[in-house]
Nanobody
C-alpha cells in the first residue's frame, strides 16, 4: 500500500506561484507513476499532470502547459508540482495519485492510491 499526503496549498494572488508536494509512505514511490488532478466545486475531477517512475517523461493538461512543472525525487519519495503564473481558474482542490505501475496515464481510473487533497485558491 502507498499512502500519499499533499501539502503546499494556500491562497495566492493571480500571477503568483505555489509549490505543491506529494509525500509517499509505505511502498517505495520509485516504481509508480504519479499524477496530479484537481477538482473545483461543481466540476469533474480534471487531469493536471503526470510523471513516470524515472521522471524522464511528463505530460501536462493543455490548460497548465508552460505554467506548471512536475518533478520527482524518488530518494525522498516526493513529487512536486511547481505552479507558476496562477490564474483564478486554477482554483481547486488538488490531489496527488499513484498508479500501480509506471507509465503515462491521464485518466483517474489508472490510479489506485490517492491523497486527501490540498486546496489552492487563486484570487483575481
Amino acid at each position: 500500500q502507498v499512502q500519499l499526503v499533499e501539502s503546499g496549498g494556500g491562497l495566492v494572488q493571480a500571477g503568483g506561484s505555489l509549490r505543491l508536494s506529494c509525500a509517499a509512505s509505505g511502498r517505495t514511490f520509485t516504481n509508480y507513476a504519479v499524477g496530479w488532478f484537481r477538482q473545483a466545486p461543481g466540476k469533474e475531477r480534471e487531469f493536471v499532470a503526470t510523471i513516470n517512475w524515472s521522471g524522464a517523461t511528463t505530460s501536462y493538461a493543455d490548460s497548465v502547459k508552460g505554467r506548471f512543472t512536475l518533478s520527482r525525487d524518488n530518494s525522498k519519495n516526493t513529487v512536486s508540482l511547481q505552479m507558476n503564473s496562477l490564474k483564478p481558474e486554477d482554483t481547486a482542490n488538488y490531489f496527488c495519485a499513484a498508479a500501480r505501475y509506471t507509465g503515462i496515464f491521464t485518466s483517474a481510473n489508472n490510479y489506485a492510491y490517492w491523497g486527501q487533497g490540498t486546496q489552492v485558491t487563486v484570487s483575481s
